[in-house]
């Protein structure tokens, strides 16, 4: 059980973590989520111990970060954007030499050989680290962070600069792995945490501004409609008229399929509904309506959307 309460941290003047409270159960995959200088990685520097906050507590199982730092970071395995690696040690070597850092009292040769056999490095074990491609490198940074077999894993941008294949590989990794422990993942890619993550926290400006599932933020009735609509009229006339229709905040032209017809995406206000408003106004200028669809809000458009209006607040559990 990860509790967090009322974690604020400040730069002087500057708050970049204001207030933020949660809590993540044992066994969830949860990503966080936020735009460059949200807050995001203060926040999660507190929480592996690197940063103190200026105020509020953060807990694992019952022991403060703080009062009982060696506790929680036994509890904890971290792999930062960078993967903390020596590229003139051997994976062998490596991976030795933290679990001494670390103390590790399990069994060394059986410890160290199930994670690699978990991350599938067996191959590499004796190899420079600094001669192994990108994708393995990350994999070795994996393996550091399960040595101890925390019950916590933090991992931030696990997959930043990987090809296809090895970013397919690393999130069947990251969903095994969660099927053990709790998994707290930072990532840029949202099809990526919408994928691996079954909850998620989403921080802008210092504060948590929505908590819940990629189905909750995606289908929340806040994020505004959006259709996709084919007009018989003059595509410049068509799109003026449109716009000036109330509720509605967007108009753009996207294709020309038929001669005489023109396809336009649309959103409107949240919870304003402006279809018979737009076909008695296509009417009345007898541009025939030919087709209307709506489009489904993507975890994109909330993400954007609660970033950009903070106080616009969606989500399982609102703040």
């Known amino acids: 059980m990860i509790e967090v309460s009322h974690l604020t941290k400040k730069y002087g003047q500057k708050i970049a973590v204001n207030d933020v409270s949660f809590t993540i159960p044992d066994g969830e995959i949860v990503g966080f989520l936020g735009p460059n ?7 999660m520097n507190i929480l592996t111990g690197y940063l103190s906050p200026t105020s509020g507590t953060a807990s694992f199982n019952g022991f403060d970060i703080y009062d009982n730092a060696n506790e929680c970071k ?8 960078q993967p903390p690696v020596y590229f003139d040690m ?5 991976l030795d030499f933290v679990y001494d850092l670390k103390k590790c009292d399990q069994k060394r040769n059986e410890h160290l050989a199930e994670i690699m056999e978990v991350v599938k490095i067996k191959d590499v074990y004796n190899r420079i680290i600094g001669n192994l491609s990108k994708g393995y490198k990350q994999r070795v940074g994996l393996a550091q962070a399960l040595i101890g077999n925390p019950s916590v894993l933090i991992l931030d941008e696990p997959t930043v600069g990987l090809d296809p294949k090895e970013i397919i590989e690393i999130r069947s990794l990251i969903k095994r792995l969660g099927k053990s422990r709790t998994v707290i993942l930072s990532s840029h890619i949202l099809p990526e945490v919408q994928a691996v993550c079954e909850r998620l926290l989403v921080i802008a400006d210092g504060k948590l501004v929505a908590d819940g599932t990629p189905n ?7 994020i505004a409609h959006r259709l996709s609509i084919r007009v018989a009229g003059p595509a410049s006339d068509v799109k003026k008229l449109i716009k000036s229709i109330n509720g509605i905040r967007y108009c753009e032209e996207t294709t020309k399929i038929e001669s005489d017809a023109h396809d336009f995406i649309i959103e409107s206000e949240p919870n304003i509904d402006v279809r018979r408003m737009l076909f008695n106004e296509l009417a009345k200028k007898n541009w025939p309506l030919l087709s209307s669809k709506p489009l489904d809000a993507t975890l994109e458009d909330a993400f954007i959307r609660l970033v950009d209006s903070p106080n616009n607040k969606v989500g399982g559990k609102k703040r």
Do not use: H, M
């Open 90 to 94: 051997t994976v062998k070597d490596y």
């Open 216 to 222: 909750d933020l995606s289908n929340d009735s806040t």
């Open 74 to 81: 036994k509890q904890i395995g971290y792999l930062p954007e």
């Open 37 to 43: 200088g949200a807050g995001k990685s203060t926040t």
